[in-house]
């Protein structure tokens, strides 16, 4: 097994936090884990459950960042403070450097210009170029792809995705650079089993209700189980922290659904069973409803790409034949 150099993610939600090193960790029996949700903490990370599903305290980087979104100190528009004005029809790929479409020319207040958001730490390797992860970015889809999109999410021919771009596409790159924190958004590399699971993405109508969709959280207007399976751009999230936690939900790597591609699960390391809740609307509000979902650790085989692990749906997976 191929060892990395690993520093773990510590984006919390709601606040930006610096990375933690956790050095070379590629031995499973290193890490902290117990068979019940207690919360601990670990090399200054607050846990749940596993030493891979926390975050780190405290908040560095004040005025560089908000939440653990990068803050352009050259405001674009009002209003705009997170937004990265790229080149014209910048590429955007998913994490095994299929190509998605390109960055959509939208206005921005005062004016129009391609541009993209992204967070802290989020980088990788694709095809011997340096990606960075934009987030909620609207792309104009290729038609190779577009058929595998959810047409209903369409704005005049735009779809919002989290994706890859190439970091000699945005205009002020060394600007940009000199706050991203180059790969210091990456959870452990661990050894990976030998079973393979095939990304099928699972079905997003599956935890739906008369009224409305269940919750993966008691709270009100928060994560539910469609975020965690096949996404509206046909793509599915690896996640840097299970769900449920208040953690924040944060993907770390998207992949376009295919048949190209496969799952693999980290050597010793546990699931989380997560209930899910019914909605406000029910009269059961907020109790626990009969169906879970299972997030298990891991990485997505690409060729030519760096891998990125983290947490994936157990329901968003089926084991290979």
């Known amino acids: 097994m191929r060892r990395f150099a690993v520093i773990c993610l510590v984006v919390a939600a709601g606040c930006a936090h610096e990375a933690s090193n956790i050095s070379d960790v590629h031995d499973p029996r290193l890490i902290k884990q117990f068979p019940d949700n207690r919360r601990f903490t670990a090399r200054g990370r607050v846990c749940y459950g596993s030493e891979l599903n926390g975050h780190v305290l405290g908040v560095p980087h004040r005025g560089f960042l908000r939440s653990n979104r990068i803050i352009n100190p050259n405001v ?22 299929v190509r998605l479409g390109t960055v959509a020319v939208e206005w921005h207040d005062n004016r129009t210009f391609p541009g993209a958001k992204f967070n802290y730490g989020m980088s990788k390797t694709i095809n011997g170029h340096l990606y960075l992860y934009c987030f909620a970015t609207g792309i104009v889809p290729d038609p190779t792809v577009v058929g595998q999109m959810n047409k209903t999410q369409f704005a005049h021919g735009v779809i919002d995705t989290s994706a890859w771009l190439r970091a000699e596409d945005v205009l002020e790159k060394s600007t940009l650079i000199e706050r991203f924190g180059v790969g210091r958004g990456k959870l452990p590399a661990l050894p990976l089993e030998n079973t393979r699971y095939r990304i099928t993405g699972g079905d997003p109508n599956a935890y739906q209700s008369s009224y409305g969709e ?23 999230n690896v996640l840097y922290s299970v769900p449920g936690f208040g953690l924040g939900g944060q993907g770390l790597d ?43 650790y891991g990485a997505i085989d690409a060729p030519n790409c760096e891998p990125v692990f983290g947490w994936v749906a157990k329901e968003a997976l089926a084991e290979a034949p």
């Open 76 to 97: 674009l528009a009002p209003n705009k403070s997170v937004v990265w004005e790229v080149a014209t029809n910048t590429e955007v790929v998913d994490g095994a450097g």
């Open 254 to 296: 998207s992949f376009l659904i295919t048949d190209g591609l496969t799952f693999r699960r980290a050597v010793g390391t546990r699931e989380f069973v997560q209930p899910t809740y019914y909605p406000l609307q029910h009269p059961r509000a907020k109790q626990i409803a009969p169906k879970t979902m299972t997030f298990v």
């Open 214 to 236: 269940l919750a993966i959280v008691k709270q009100a207007n928060g994560p539910v189980p469609s975020h965690y399976l096949r996404r509206p751009t046909g793509t599915i």
